[in-house]
């Protein structure tokens, strides 16, 4: 496989929970499509690095602590039409988790739940596009699934 541009990537998100956080669960929901995404950020476990400093040998220890899945900042063309948008928009107000389904051009798809933290309108300048600025956090279920990744065949 080689490297390939973000051109043809996909966003789809889903006001329901899966039954099961893999392939299946997740493919089992009704999935909306995000329209006028521009760009789709990161996102990827990270972890809380833990030190200790034994006076006997004076090396810190490092080790992993806890981790969190990540924020993604999605940019979007503000379509106050197009479904997904007022799906993020309604979620940014809900407490509840969303699952997430990214795709991107070569098939690879990454599954996940998260908060909608805002979802926030830049109108800007007369040269500028109306746009919108979306704030996900990933979670993590009881189990410790976060992102779930499918890689294309």
């Known amino acids: 496989?080689?490297?390939?541009?973000?051109?043809?990537?996909?966003?789809k998100v889903s006001a329901s929970t899966p039954t099961t956080f893999d392939p299946?669960?997740?493919?089992?929901?009704?999935?909306?499509?995000?329209?006028?995404?521009?760009d789709l950020g990161e996102f990827g476990r990270e972890y809380n690095?833990?030190?200790?400093?034994?006076?006997?040998?004076?090396g810190v220890v490092k080790k992993k602590g806890s981790f969190n899945q990540g924020t993604m900042t999605i940019q979007l063309g503000?379509?106050?039409d197009d479904a997904g948008q007022i799906l993020l928009?309604?979620?940014?107000?809900s407490d509840s988790d969303h699952s997430f389904l990214v795709t991107t051009q070569n098939g690879d798809k990454y599954y996940f739940q998260a908060q909608v933290m805002s979802f926030k309108v830049n109108v800007g300048s007369?040269?500028?596009i109306t746009t919108a600025t979306v704030?996900?956090?990933?979670?993590?279920?009881?189990?410790?699934v976060g992102v779930v990744e499918v890689l294309a065949p």
């Open 1 to 11: 496989m080689t490297v390939r541009t973000s051109a043809g990537t996909t966003l």
């Open 49 to 58: 690095l833990v030190t200790f400093n034994p006076v006997g040998s004076r």
């Open 78 to 80: 503000l379509d106050t």
């Open 126 to 128: 007369v040269d500028q």
């Open 89 to 93: 928009k309604s979620a940014s107000t």
């Open 24 to 38: 299946t669960g997740y493919n089992a929901l009704t999935m909306t499509l995000v329209g006028e995404v521009s």
């Open 135 to 144: 704030t996900l956090e990933l979670t993590t279920n009881s189990a410790g």
